[in-house]
């Protein structure tokens, strides 16, 4: 994962066959871009070592300023639908523990 904030701050790339279903959203394509960003970062990771990374890269984010609760709250709200009870809560955790940060 090259940057964890870079999906808010990078357009996304003009791609006709892609159906944009929210128009000129920008919460729309900023969730696009953070799947792509977290597809490539999870390549041939395991569970634990994706969560390390995201933990690692939002510390990162915080501690330099580049990251807020916001920012926090908005990747938790894309990732959420995607995961299981369990996991959800799991996620939930890390972003209530890297808010204080």
């Keep these: 994962m090259k940057d964890f904030k870079s999906y808010s701050e990078t357009p996304p790339e003009n791609n006709p066959q892609q159906e944009n279903k929210s128009g000129s ?4 394509n900023n969730t696009v871009e953070l799947a792509k960003v977290l597809t490539k970062a999870m390549a041939g990771k395991n569970e634990g070592q994706i969560l390390r990374t995201i ?3 939002a510390e990162r984010g915080k501690r330099e300023g580049t990251l807020s609760n916001a920012d926090l709250d908005n990747f938790y709200n894309a990732l959420s639908p995607f995961l299981d009870g369990f996991k959800k809560r799991k996620l939930k955790e890390v972003i209530t523990r890297l808010k204080g940060i």
Excluded: N, R, W
Excluded at 25 to 28: I, K, V
């Design 25 to 28: 959203d920008p919460a729309y």
């Design 55 to 57: 933990i690692a890269e």
